[in-house]
DNA sequence: CTATCTGCAAATAATTTGCATGTAC
DNA sequence: GTACATGCAAATTATTTGCAGATAG
């Protein structure tokens, strides 16, 4: 959408709301669930969208990694993250890579960094015992 | 699938070849085309299959950080990547993450970690010069 | 007021799957 | 010979889009 005026809408506010609130990493579909306790009408489309304007002024970060389903995370700063190869889930991790994150802003092969993204793959503890 | 044999199919191999062949990070449809030249029956369905296959057994990596399709990596040996924003492009990069790298293999939070992956994102210079 | 946003439903894009037939081992 | 693989087409899943009505600023 290439457009000047964003609206502060209540739907806007209610899924980054509802995003920050959250450690996990959500699908615009989990999103959408939770969301629709506060607002019944609200429509997936709409998540959706939301989604990719709050992404556009960096309030939320888009991940692709790992399954097939785009999950989004509410914490702008930079950080690591886990994913499981048995369960899917991504999570945060403690460390960040500040060699890596110093990147940004600099210029590699003539290309001008704007972010780095690192993510470790594992079995995460809930899946190894259950193994 | 969870079969016990594999097969070393033509189109297996020739699909392999394709991608290991390519500096580039294509996507199962592109794949598609370059191996229909030589083999003009395949189907795009055997192709997602094989790549399936060959990423289970190492010899391919998959990668969904950046776009809509999923682009498949024939290197197997650890590398960083650069995704550009503006026309979605991977780039490998020459630099590696010695730091990183060094987590395979050993614990964090109780996950054995399999695997590091590192992208960078930026405009390419094609794309810079563009605008 | 009016440009932006919403809900809804239909459209699209990527990937997966069922099944009859083919083929590597 | 037989388990695994293929080609084809239909199904599924995630995401996007068109449009008429609603609403934030």
Request: proline residues 5%; charged residues 25%.
């Amino acid at each position: 959408m290439e457009t000047k005026f964003r609206r502060n809408t209540k739907q806007r506010q209610a899924i980054l709301a509802e995003l920050c609130a959250r450690k996990t990493h959500p699908t615009a579909n989990e999103l959408f669930h939770a969301v629709r306790d506060r607002l019944p009408r609200i429509s997936l489309g709409t998540v959706y969208r939301n989604l990719e304007v709050l992404a556009e002024t960096g309030q939320v970060m888009k991940m692709r990694d790992g399954g097939q389903e785009t999950r989004y995370d509410g914490n702008p700063l930079p950080h690591a993250h886990l994913r499981c190869s048995s369960c899917g889930r991504l999570f945060d991790l403690e460390m960040s890579a500040p060699d890596l994150d110093r990147l940004v802003g600099t210029e590699i092969s003539g290309c001008l960094v704007t972010a780095v993204t690192v993510t470790l793959d594992g079995i995460c503890t809930p899946c190894r015992s259950r193994s």
